[in-house]
T-cell receptor, first 115, second 109 residues
Framework: ETGVTQSPTHLIKTRGQQVTLRCSSQ?????VSWYQQALGQGPQFIFQ???????GRGNFPPRFSGLQFPNYSSELNVNALELDDSALYLC??????????????FGAGTRLSVL | QKEVEQDPGPLSVPEGAIVSLNCTYSNSAFQYFMWYRQYSRKGPELLMYTYSSGNKEDGRFTAQVDKSSKYISLFIRDSQPSDSATYLCAMDRGNQFYFGTGTSLTVIP
């Protein structure tokens, strides 16, 4: 177990709806990254948060947004859901600073289905 | 061209075999190289982590990095049925991680 927890584990939404996914970081970690993993593909970087600010973003539209809270937990929000948003959403926490920042620990993910 | 290329397999080997998994990359700015294992419907689990060119060994696993060729490998010795999973290579550039598509491995008892 990595100590990174995500909720919910599964979610079904319809096209056009909005969704919020949640992540609790591993104790002592101050950085959270979110990834989208489509079936049969590797994780794709969405964005990273450090000290409650976005600290890097992948090639995802603005309808993907996030928050990081003072306790380092995080949310991923997706507006105007599209069918292609169906995927496993992974949260990874890490400790920024030195070599350790490159070690990311993943949660089990939230599987989102958009109908 | 993708930044990280990985043969998706699937790869099927008998128990006890040596497994070789590989990735190539195009961006010489990548500094850190990782291998993750992902079981079905689970999050990726970090296996190996390397920075420089050369070999790093951890039990039955050996990670190899050749920066001049932009090529990384993971070797699994004495493979076990419990090694059956998808193996993902990953590398970072600043704050962003880039993953391969993953290689599906089945170890047959």
């Amino acid at each position: 177990e990595t100590g990174v927890t995500q909720s919910p584990t599964h979610l079904i939404k319809t096209r056009g709806q909005q969704v919020t996914l949640r992540c609790s970081s591993q104790s002592g970690h101050n950085t959270v990254s979110w990834y989208q993993q489509a079936l049969g593909q590797g994780p794709q970087f969405i964005f990273q948060y450090y000290r409650e600010e976005e600290n890097g973003r992948g090639n995802f539209p603005p309808r993907f947004s996030g928050l990081q809270f003072p306790n380092y937990s995080s949310e991923l929000n997706v507006n105007a859901l599209e069918l292609d948003d169906s995927a496993l959403y992974l949260c990874a926490s890490s400790l920024r600073g030195g070599v350790a920042k490159n070690i990311q620990y993943f949660g089990a993910g939230t599987r989102l289905s958009v109908l | 061209q993708k930044e990280v290329e990985q043969d998706p397999g699937p790869l099927s080997v008998p128990e006890g075999a040596i497994v070789s998994l590989n990735c190539t990359y195009s961006n010489s700015a990548f500094q850190y190289f990782m291998w993750y294992r992902q079981y079905s419907r689970k999050g990726p689990e970090l296996l190996m982590y390397t920075y420089s060119s050369g070999n790093k060994e951890d039990g039955r696993f050996t990670a190899q990095v050749d920066k001049s060729s932009k090529y990384i490998s993971l070797f699994i010795r004495d493979s076990q049925p419990s090694d059956s999973a998808t193996y993902l290579c990953a590398m970072d550039r600043g704050n962003q991680f880039y993953f391969g598509t993953g290689t599906s491995l089945t170890v047959i008892p």
